[in-house]
């Protein structure tokens, strides 16, 4: 298994079938995807001057995940905010040091270079204008601050083995357009932060490596979130048979799953 692979990412409306996940499985699932990209955002921020008066933004924030582990061992006024109000109050509940709330990226309720570092994580992909959040994030950003996508994949450049499984990149592309996600946004990433106007732009893709078997709680978390992405695509039948044969070739250690993820980040002007 490559790192940087994700099956789904933040939860959009849909028609879905099945059971919605809860906050709780959405949080769960938001804490996967942080350990995934852990060790590239440390770099960045341990490289970052980080102070007690420091006010540091994460927009898009989910229930917290990324925004908490960071606020863990760094000084500084954290904040996140999330569209979703049930996400910032679970935020609250899950890190209290945080100060979060309710608010739509596209307009942000700061005042211009309120902030040192604005940050997202599995963001840009769901919202209607990441162009215009860019630019909403850098007014927020002071004179030669920090903005930093930390992670947003690109499904076109989706890797599946056995071949058995390669039908899922089309399906899953598909599923998400349906929720108003862009699967392709990774590879814009860093033409989009030039058009927002942030300068000394570093853009990449995860280094990939082989991880191995996955447990049985990492496939389940991906598998809830598979199942929304697919729902509209598949039967419940037809996804309880792919969720049997991907068990079975991971336990094989046939199994291997890549999806690119593009991170970047540059300073304000």
Same mark, same amino acid.
């Given at each position: 298994?490559?790192?940087?692979?994700?099956?789904?990412?933040?939860?959009?409306?849909?028609?879905?079938?099945?059971?919605?996940?809860?906050?709780?499985?959405?949080?769960?699932?938001?804490?996967? *995807?942080?350990?995934?990209?852990?060790?590239?955002?440390?770099?960045?921020?341990?490289?970052? !001057?980080?102070?007690?008066?420091?006010?540091?933004?994460?927009?898009?924030?989910?229930?917290?995940?990324?925004? /908490?582990?960071?606020?863990?061992?760094?000084?500084?006024?954290?904040?996140?905010?999330?569209?979703?109000?049930?996400?910032? *109050?679970?935020?609250?509940?899950?890190?209290?040091?945080?100060?979060?709330?309710?608010?739509?990226?596209?307009?942000?309720?700061?005042?211009?270079?309120?902030?040192?570092?604005?940050?997202?994580?599995?963001?840009?992909?769901?919202?209607?204008?990441?162009? /215009?959040?860019?630019?909403?994030?850098?007014?927020?950003?002071?004179?030669? /601050?920090?903005?930093?996508?930390?992670?947003?994949?690109?499904?076109?450049?989706?890797?599946?083995?056995?071949? !058995?499984?390669?039908?899922?990149?089309?399906?899953?592309?598909?599923?998400?357009?349906?929720?108003?996600?862009?699967?392709?946004?990774?590879?814009?990433?860093?033409?989009?932060?030039?058009?927002?106007?942030? *300068?000394?732009?570093?853009? /990449?893709?995860?280094?990939?490596?082989?991880?191995?078997?996955?447990?049985?709680?990492?496939?389940?978390?991906?598998?809830?979130?598979?199942?929304?992405?697919?729902?509209?695509?598949?039967?419940?039948?037809?996804?309880?048979?792919?969720?049997?044969?991907?068990?079975?070739?991971?336990?094989? *250690?046939?199994?291997?799953?890549?999806?690119?993820?593009?991170?970047?980040?540059?300073?304000?002007?």
């Amino acid at each position: 298994m490559m790192s940087g692979r994700i099956f789904g990412s933040k939860p959009a409306s849909s028609n879905n079938p099945l059971m919605p996940l809860s906050v709780k499985e959405w949080h769960d699932r938001f804490t996967v *995807q942080a350990g995934w990209t852990r060790a590239l955002r440390e770099q960045l921020f341990n490289s970052l !001057n980080i102070s007690r008066g420091s006010r540091l933004l994460e927009a898009g924030s989910g229930t917290g995940a990324v925004a /908490g582990d960071l606020a863990r061992d760094r000084p500084g006024t954290w904040y996140c905010c999330d569209i979703r109000e049930r996400y910032s *109050q679970a935020a609250s509940r899950f890190f209290p040091t945080l100060k979060c709330l309710s608010a739509d990226v596209h307009t942000l309720p700061f005042p211009d270079s309120a902030f040192e570092i604005v940050f997202c994580h599995y963001f840009l992909l769901w919202v209607e204008d990441p162009l /215009g959040c860019l630019k909403e994030m850098r007014r927020v950003t002071r004179s030669g /601050g920090t903005i930093a996508a930390l992670a947003e994949p690109d499904y076109g450049g989706r890797l599946d083995y056995p071949e !058995n499984f390669s039908h899922l990149k089309e399906l899953q592309i598909a599923g998400l357009k349906e929720k108003g996600a862009d699967p392709f946004l990774g590879r814009k990433l860093s033409a989009l932060f030039q058009q927002a106007g942030i *300068q000394h732009v570093q853009a /990449g893709v995860y280094q990939g490596r082989w991880k191995g078997t996955p447990t049985s709680e990492e496939i389940s978390s991906e598998w809830k979130v598979l199942q929304e992405d697919l729902a509209s695509q598949l039967t419940k039948e037809e996804l309880r048979k792919l969720k049997l044969q991907e068990e079975q070739a991971w336990s094989n *250690q046939h199994r291997m799953l890549f999806v690119p993820t593009f991170y970047a980040w540059g300073k304000a002007p």
